[in-house]
């Protein structure tokens, strides 16, 4: 995932495009701050918050994971 965002933001600026980058699916507060350093600017979250038992703790982590 993290290898074929880099990818298009690569392609994105070779081509002096402005991207918005989602990536749905995977994304987890484990890996959230990966995918965003590799150029994604949206997240699509589905078993890491709808799964979690604590969806405001999971909400939490998903935030912390991004520095925010």
Sequence with gaps: ??????????LAAE?????????????KADNIASIADAGATVFVVGSAFFGAEDKAKALYDLHLGLGE
């Design 15 to 27: 081509a002096d495009v402005k991207a918005v980058i989602e990536v749905d699916g995977g994304v």
């Design 1 to 10: 995932c993290v290898l074929k965002v880099r990818d298009v933001r690569r």
